[in-house]
């Protein structure tokens, strides 16, 4: 079992940055994902790093938001720089055997962007 805890979350104008933790508990992750979901919506991958590093991004983010890790942590990151309103939304970290194959979620933590 696995236990995913999301911080970093707030409010920032356009333009701004905000870094997103994902600390995992319980044993090491492999790969992991960051999501986003506004109310109303599906919850989309925005973000993902396999168990070797290696990355993946959806096009509204490529080129703002970087996904990193420290194994010795036990933590994934998101860097989130160059923020737009469209941005706002709870973002969720999640892990599994590979990103497209989630099977443990955080709760979640607010992201708001200001215009």
């Known amino acids: 079992q696995v236990q995913l805890v999301e911080s970093g979350g707030g409010l920032v104008q356009a333009g701004g940055s905000l870094r997103l933790s994902c600390a995992a508990s319980?044993?090491?992750?492999?790969?992991v994902g960051w999501y986003r979901q506004v109310p109303g919506k599906q919850r989309d991958l925005v973000a993902g790093?396999?168990?070797?590093?290696?990355?993946n991004y959806a096009d509204s983010v490529k080129g703002r938001f970087t996904i990193s890790r420290d194994n010795a942590k036990n933590t994934v990151y998101l860097q989130m720089n160059s923020l737009k309103p469209e941005d706002t939304a709870v973002y969720y970290c999640?892990?599994?055997?590979?990103?497209?194959?989630?099977?443990?979620w955080g709760q979640g933590t607010q992201v708001t962007v200001s215009s």
């Open positions: 999640a892990s599994g055997w590979a990103v497209a194959h989630p099977l443990y």
């Open positions: 319980g044993r090491s992750i492999n790969a």
């Open positions: 790093i396999s168990g070797g590093g290696i990355t």
